[in-house]
């Protein structure tokens, strides 16, 4: 009787083992049609109804990274950047919280994170945005030079910060000299604040933008904006009157454009060497 019970026993943990290896293989074939729907539908241009698509294949196949990608995809796809409409907001909040789940599962895919990123922006949400950026640069488990261009996004707004105080109308004047040289001069705004924010903005950047190099000394990026940098100390310099100080950042300035020049003119040199390469016939 003993052995008749445990021989039923185990038939019957065959029997859900079975079923319920069938059901898990039943149900990711379902995934897999929902997807395609999905794809079909994105194709048409039906974003909502490629959304629900995904959002069925994610319930049947809840570990399908496919599904994951196509419903934060499909929602990304019915934001309409520039409408500041509550519902579009709120869908762009959507996208980002869908992309949020990729990270969570996927830390290091850069689709996602480039695409809250550049929602953050179309959102106008600059706080976050920052926020979105810094959180990566100091991130060590991303790689040098992924960080590197983070570090390199957020010098770009700071050189921005100074670039729109230092070159309004009211803060440079520009005469001719010799009849055929424009020259350009600034002068302190007159709003004490303005000079202040320059100033703040631009050692920020110079800070992050030596960060960036630290991590990825050969990035041209890094280095045009090292220049632009200093270009922008060398204007806040000049609006104080402090000539030496303004004759060094002149200096840095012609140093860091060289660089620059040396390896725009080295990743030129690589491009044509790889269409050269695609371009050439194989043995």
């Not at 959002?55 to 196509?70: G, V």
């Not at 904006?225 to 204007?235: D, G, I, P, R």
């Amino acid at each position: 009787m003993k052995l008749s019970q445990t021989r039923i026993a185990i038939a019957m943990a065959i029997l859900v083992v079975t079923t319920s290896s069938g059901c898990g293989t039943v149900n990711r074939i379902r995934a897999k049609n929902e997807l395609n729907e999905a794809a079909h539908s994105y194709r048409e241009g039906n974003f909502a109804e490629a959304e629900q698509h995904s959002r069925k294949a994610l319930d049947l196949d809840p570990d399908n990274k496919t599904a994951l990608n196509f419903i934060a995809r499909t929602i990304h796809a019915q934001y309409k950047p520039g409408v500041q409409a509550a519902d579009n907001v709120a869908k762009a909040n959507q996208a980002i919280q869908a992309y949020q789940r990729i990270l969570e599962k996927d830390p290091k895919n850069d689709e996602a994170y480039k695409a809250i990123a550049y929602l953050y922006e179309a959102l106008k949400d600059e706080d976050k945005l920052k926020s979105w950026i810094t959180a990566r640069s100091m991130d060590t488990s991303v790689a040098p030079e992924k960080r590197a261009e983070s570090f390199i996004v957020l010098a770009s707004k700071d050189w921005d910060c100074s670039f729109k105080i230092t070159e309004l109308p009211t803060n440079k004047s520009a005469t001719m000299e010799s009849g055929t040289k424009m020259v350009v001069t600034y002068k302190k705004p007159s709003d004490q604040k303005d000079f202040d924010t320059a100033q703040k903005c631009v050692k920020r950047g110079l800070e992050e933008v030596e960060n960036a190099i630290k991590l990825d000394p050969n990035s041209e990026g890094a280095w045009s904006y090292k220049t632009n940098l200093l270009l922008e100390a060398s204007k806040l310099a000049e609006m104080e009157g402090n000539k030496e100080r303004k004759a060094e950042l002149d200096k840095q300035r012609d140093l860091a454009q060289k660089r620059t020049n040396q390896l725009s003119e080295a990743n030129q040199k690589k491009k044509e060497q790889e269409a050269a390469a695609k371009a050439s016939p194989t043995p």
